[in-house]
């Protein structure tokens, strides 16, 4: 069953799970070249077991694309005011809500397709 009605908490969990793995990555890769640190960034820090399930299309999710663009700017080494449009471009990586939203839709595929 396919609903809105999921607790809020889950993305609480997403987040704290992400700061979590971002600030090991961080005492153990800082001073690594950025390119390498983005490379090993995407493969260590970017899994987001579960949020999925989390409520995508409520406000709290914004707070999960908030956390992702300030880890992206302390990998990177930006001033907090860098503007979140050019994150994409600096980085390599897509913006935080494309990136969800892509997982989430490829999820949703693989449930539908084993649906049937």
Known sequence: IITDDVNDSLVSNVINDFN???????????????DIKNTLFRQFCTSFYGYYTCAFFKDDIERLYV?????IRRVWHLPYRTHSRLLPHISGLLAGDIMFARRFLKHFKILITEQK
Request: glycine fraction near 0%; hydrophobic fraction near 40%.
């Open 67 to 71: 956390s992702w663009r300030k880890v």
């Open 20 to 34: 979590v793995k971002v600030n090991t990555f961080l005492a153990y890769y800082d001073n690594v070249r950025r």
